[in-house]
């Protein structure tokens, strides 16, 4: 058996993105729901593919799938908690790409929860494995722990 993850400081993470929490992500028990943190993962994942110009998820000759995420939960968040997104790379394959994610309160040290997420990128008409690009293997290389 694994041992149980644990709370990442910010410095375990290279790019960041602030997300403001809704009153309707919220569960009858008062605080975020656990799928809510996927949405986040995704977002914070995207918004950076996307910033990086090389990549866009509805046009270009290749697009992604999620293959496989985790999460594990350390401390609760709650509306109206303004969140930051956090984002690492690693492992950079061939055609996918496994990142490191989390989620910390505004400006809190350690991550509220963490996982991974990993994409398999595919070549948009045929829907097979397509290799990075160099500009979009360039543009993860500053996220590779």
């Not at 993105?17 to 799928?35: E, K």
């Not at 990549?55 to 594990?72: L, N, Q, R, W």
């Amino acid at each position: 058996m694994s041992e149980r993850k644990r709370p990442e400081p910010r410095d375990a993470y290279r790019w960041f993105l602030s997300i403001p929490t809704r009153w309707i992500d919220n569960d009858v028990f008062g605080h975020v729901n656990n799928v809510q943190y996927y949405s986040f993962f995704d977002t914070t994942v995207c918004s950076y593919l996307v910033g990086t110009g090389h990549f866009h998820p509805t046009k270009g000759d290749i697009s992604a799938v999620v293959a496989e995420s985790g999460c594990a939960y350390f401390s609760p968040v709650a509306w109206p908690d303004r969140l930051e997104g956090a984002l690492r790379v690693e492992r950079l394959g061939t055609s996918s790409v496994r990142y490191g994610v989390a989620i910390f309160r505004e400006g809190e040290a350690q991550s509220s929860a963490g996982g991974h997420f990993t994409h398999v990128y595919l070549n948009r008409e045929t829907g097979r494995p397509q290799p990075l690009s160099d500009a979009l293997r360039a543009a993860f290389e500053p996220l590779v722990i």
